[in-house]
């Protein structure tokens, strides 16, 4: 038995090694010579010079002009640089930003024939892939007036399949060989919740494939193995840092994504957070089982909950309306999920404190997604923080719905800069007034999180910022702004890209503010977001993107 004075010593001891433990001389990296800028827990624009870092890549202290420089195991000299909390992507698919580094990107073509090709020339400099495959066409932006076929991309590649996602991944373009793989023919019925284009005067498939009628597509497709997984990830965390991402909200993980994740956790090559929304309650709960996961790897991953679809989009004619298309009478889009079942896979989650994160594009579909939480929220109440994705186009008499059960409406600015001329064509200048509402949704007391749809998207959180400052695209149009009432400020576009992204996962105390007890994550950059032109907040410059107290990016 311990003597009552070998248990005072003891005692004693302890809580000595406790208070020196706690002083900032022991942690182990003190980062100085900054223009620092953090939101507080008051949402107050913080200012400081350097930062101290504990060895557990916790942050210990924030220091300020004329504070006294602790000793610590290792300086850096920021050299006068701007630091800003690593920047937070609320919606993005990981994976999707690592396949398309990897594949063909469209994105960038002006027309069918400049995109013909450049298939042609990726398909002859890759000779030895089976398939061809790519993402970013846009009919829209090559003023073509309808949906390219598969007779014309058999102009650029006939000697092996073709599969081409649009920019929204929610239409796909198939040459013959391509249909042929998968099957499709006249006698193919359209899948409910998707649509097969038919030529002209025909049942003959065009080779387009509208939401769920890519599935039929995506079978004949041979899946990427798991080195192929493997390498596409750690393709994709290199393209999100470039950029000052340090966390993501991945929307879509499925069992091999969330795998791939893991292998990297488990190898120590993990440097991007990852908050997961499983690709539907079957994945979720094969992943997670009958509870989020832990965060793992000192705070890297989670799986938090589930991603739902209850339209498609837009550019395709498959964002689910209350009143037909301006320009395609008859068609209101395309529902994906029945209000049953929507509300069985909300109860289903919400049972297992699972985060719903639910896709609504048109007043028809984010009217039924509000309508739906509100009725489920009644047997659930607490913090939940319901998630709506996008919430790009809602009915103005919905919108205080938005304000409304804790509801998070998670929206990508950069959609209102690339969206705007087509909702305007899709919708009538008369049915805007609910448009991208990001002031208005603050205003009745909603939440913003915001983030890019990468890859249908650039993920630069910098051109985020400078479309939600503004609602104006890189040449200054439209001239002070499309619908500019609803424009954000400054300040509350950073915290849309850092504290309220980290709110939105459930991640607020562990990341996304650079504060005390949060990890250490960071940004080093040539630009102060709060004092930049929106041409000067585009053109920022990254230099350094740390995670946990480590670099895991270094411009030089």
Sequence with gaps: MMTRGRSMKLKFLTALLACTMATPAFADVLIDNVEGLTIDEEGDVKRFTGIVIGDDGKIVQLLERGDKKPQTDYREDGQGRVMIPGLIDAHAHVMGVGIGALTLDLSDTRSLDEALAKIAAFAAENEARPWILGRGWNQEQWGLGRFPTAAELDRAVSDRPVYLQRVDGHAGWANTLALQAAGVTAETKSPEGGRIERLAGS?????????????????????????????????????????????????????????????????????????????????????????????????????????????????????????????DPGNTGLPLTSPAKLRNILVRAAQGDFQPAIHAIGTAANAEALNAISEIAESFPGDRRWRIEHVQIVDPVDLPKLGQNGIIASMQPVHQISDRLMAEARLGPNRLDGAYAWNTILGLGGKLAFGSDAPVE???????????????????????????????????????????????????????RLLP??????????????????????????????VGGRKVYDAD
């Excluded at 499925?254 to 957070?273: K, P, S």
């Design 458 to 512: 650039s993920a630069d959180p910098f051109a985020g910022m400078a479309a939600a400052t503004t609602r104006m695209d890189a040449n200054g149009e439209p001239f002070g702004g499309w619908r500019p009432q609803d424009r954000v400020n400054r300040e509350q576009a950073l915290a849309g890209f850092t504290a309220w992204a980290a709110y939105a996962g459930f991640a607020e105390g562990r990341f996304g």
């Design 203 to 327: 049942q003959e498939p065009s080779g387009v494939f509208v939401d769920a009628a890519e599935e039929l597509m995506n079978r004949a497709i041979p899946a990427p193995r798991p080195v192929e997984r493997d390498l596409a990830f750690a393709e994709a965390q290199k393209v999100l840092h470039r950029q000052g991402i340090t966390a993501v909200a991945d929307m879509g993980t499925t069992i091999e994504d969330w795998q791939a994740f893991r292998r990297a956790g488990d190898r120590g090559t993990l440097t991007l957070r990852i908050m997961s929304y499983a690709a539907g309650p079957d994945q979720m709960e094969l992943i997670a089982g009958s509870r989020p996961s832990p965060w793992l790897y000192d705070d890297k991953l989670r799986m938090n909950g589930v991603k739902l679809y209850l339209d498609g989009a837009l550019g395709s004619r498959g964002a689910w309306l209350k009143q037909p298309y301006a320009d």
């Design 517 to 546: 007890g949060e990890r250490a994550d960071f940004v080093l950059v040539d630009t102060d977001p709060l004092m930049a032109t929106p041409a000067q907040l585009r053109a920022t410059k990254v230099f350094e993107t740390w």
